[in-house]
């Protein structure tokens, strides 16, 4: 069927997936943090600490929608990741006692691909890129049966996705939100539930700028994939389930520089002794650079997404 025709993640979508999910996930903490700690001023920031999620990112909401909304057969369940889906459908496949096969690119950290491995995942690492890693999984649910669980482009992931704003709106209700954007389930099932609440704004590495291209197109493109936050930022091309989302409800996109997604975890280290990994400063880094400005009074929200890293000591 094409895209197209298919039925848009809605917000009554993510509030049944949150549902599902919330006995086994968890609500992280959102901290309101002065910004002139971080050498702004004149609006307020509130930090959501998904980083602090089971698995160590968002990615774990998504992981057990789909494996409580879909009947995976006893082969059980197959995805590719840059890491963090891989950690969050292992540790979702652990916690429902479903085996799991997990493909990784080279390029994942290896913090990430030991902890796959540690969740009891039959882990294969396979090409430079995502992209291979997930040829390699559709091709191994083509002939095992297993059941797919896409990093971003899935209804049940969007759902699971999304849960994070519903969330985030209850503890902090911020004007604008700051969101790191790789394949878009994130910022696609955030958009559904914020429709015509507030701002959403996709903060995305100049070194993959993969919304920002499909927005001026107008569709999904191939877009640059390197850049510091590759494990997590740089699919070849955003989803097409979120993309009529994005295109709808995603106020602008933000990109930044590597240099300023590092700057974002030192600074995050050292005035909050956060251990973000790339992709989870990313949002901060479009505040820090000037990427984004916030109006005077604004409430601005940043999502901490990911936590996955080996390094603790950023300065």
């Not at 950290?109 to 890693?133: F, H, M």
């Not at 985030?168 to 790789?182: I, K, N, R, S």
Request: glycine share 10%.
């Amino acid at each position: 069927m094409p895209v197209a025709a298919l039925k848009l993640t809605c917000r009554q979508d993510v509030e049944d997936a949150y549902r599902q999910i919330v006995p086994h996930v968890r609500r992280t903490p959102v901290v309101e943090v002065d910004p002139r700690d971080f050498g702004l001023d004149g609006f307020r920031l509130f930090l959501k600490l998904e980083l602090m999620q089971h698995g160590g990112s968002f990615k774990a909401r998504g992981a057990f929608a789909n494996l409580l909304c879909r009947r995976a057969p006893a082969v059980g369940v197959v995805a590719a990741s840059g890491g963090n889906h891989g950690v969050a459908v292992a540790f979702a496949a652990h916690r429902t006692g479903i085996p799991a096969t997990i493909f990784v690119p080279e390029v994942s950290n290896p913090a990430k691909i030991a902890a796959i491995r540690a969740l009891g995942a039959d882990t294969r690492l396979v090409g430079q890129r995502y992209d291979e890693a997930r040829a390699a999984a559709e091709a191994h649910a083509e002939a095992t049966g297993a059941m797919s669980v896409h990093a971003y482009d899935s209804h049940e992931t969007l759902c699971g996705q999304g849960t994070v704003a519903l969330e985030f709106e209850a503890q902090a209700a911020p004007d604008t939100v700051l969101v790191a954007t790789g394949g878009g389930g994130l910022i696609g099932g955030m958009a559904a539930y914020l429709a015509g609440l507030r701002r959403l704004v996709a903060v995305e590495p100049e070194a993959a700028p993969t919304l920002h291209m499909a927005l001026k197109a107008g569709r999904p493109v191939e877009a640059p994939a390197g850049g510091v936050a590759a494990d997590s930022l740089a699919p070849r091309q955003v989803g097409e389930r979120m993309f009529p989302l994005a295109q709808r409800h995603v106020t602008r996109s933000a990109l930044v520089t590597d240099a300023a997604i590092v700057e974002a975890q030192k600074r995050l280290w050292t005035v909050c002794r956060v251990a973000a990994e790339p992709a989870g400063a990313a949002a901060l880094a479009a505040l820090l650079s000037g990427a984004y400005k916030p109006d005077r009074g604004e409430a601005v929200g940043v999502l901490i997404c990911g936590g996955n890293t080996d390094a603790v000591n950023f300065g």
